[in-house]
């Protein structure tokens, strides 16, 4: 029913930048929230970033300042722009609505942040 593709990851040196790109297919969420997640290795996933349906944006403490979340709704597209990456950026990376719906989650795109 509902489809979610990220793509953009990759191989950085720290200090370096990527922007992700979340395309959804499916439903137009144009009406919600959709967030950024992701889960480093050992790690539970968590939200990184937000952004709601009127434009504005929450970020989880680790990334404010280096994160930009934005969203296209005429695209049906979610973007991330990663700046001053960071090791501890690393892992695998995905977008859902916000709150997370479970049976909308895809692949993810991976990250990966290493001199």
């Known amino acids: 029913q509902v489809q979610l593709v990220e793509s953009g990851g990759g191989l950085v040196q720290p200090g370096g930048s990527l922007r992700l790109s979340c395309a959804a297919s499916g439903s137009t969420f144009s009406r919600y929230a959709m967030g950024w997640f992701r889960q480093a290795p050992g790690k539970p996933r968590e939200w990184v970033a937000i952004?709601?349906?009127?434009?504005?944006?929450n970020y989880a403490g680790s990334v404010k300042g280096r994160f930009t979340i934005s969203r296209d709704n005429a695209e049906n597209t979610v973007a991330l722009q990663m700046n001053s990456l960071k090791p501890e950026d690393t892992g695998v990376y995905y977008c859902n609505k916000f709150p997370a719906i479970s049976a909308y989650w895809g692949q993810g795109t991976q990250v990966t942040v290493s001199s």
């Open positions: 952004i709601r349906s009127g434009g504005t944006t």
